[in-house]
């Protein structure tokens, strides 16, 4: 089992940023894709980024060119660098492990 751990949310103004981190010890040795969702209040659950371990990045339309995925396979760890965020970036952010686990999610909360 895979169990995911987020961190680093939180709330910034229109324009910051912030970094989330996911600790997911075994994805590696898994070959386990991951992956970022979020849901925001009222909202169903959407994919915002998911990365390989042979390097394949895809993003949400709605975030490309602001927010950059990646990971540090030693550690088992993966990020997702948010900038230029929006109020409409305001969301609980979930890692996904290996297309099955999740974590408890993080808030982010982007003020205008």
């Known amino acids: 089992q895979v169990q995911p751990v987020e961190s680093g949310g939180g709330s910034v103004q229109t324009g910051g940023s912030l970094r989330l981190s996911c600790t997911a010890p075994?994805?590696?040795?898994?070959?386990?894709?991951m992956a970022w969702y979020r849901q925001a209040a009222g909202k169903e659950r959407e994919l915002v980024s998911l990365?390989?371990?042979?390097?394949?990045?895809k993003y949400v339309e709605s975030v490309k060119g602001r927010f950059t995925i990646s990971e540090d396979q030693a550690k088992d760890e993966v990020y997702l660098q948010m900038n230029s965020l929006k109020p409409e970036d305001t969301a609980m952010y979930f890692c996904?492990?290996?297309?099955?686990?999740w974590g408890q999610g993080t808030q982010v909360t982007v003020s205008s």
């Open positions: 996904h492990a290996c297309a099955r686990y």
């Open positions: 990365i390989t371990l042979s390097g394949v990045i």
């Open positions: 075994g994805y590696t040795s898994n070959n386990c894709v």
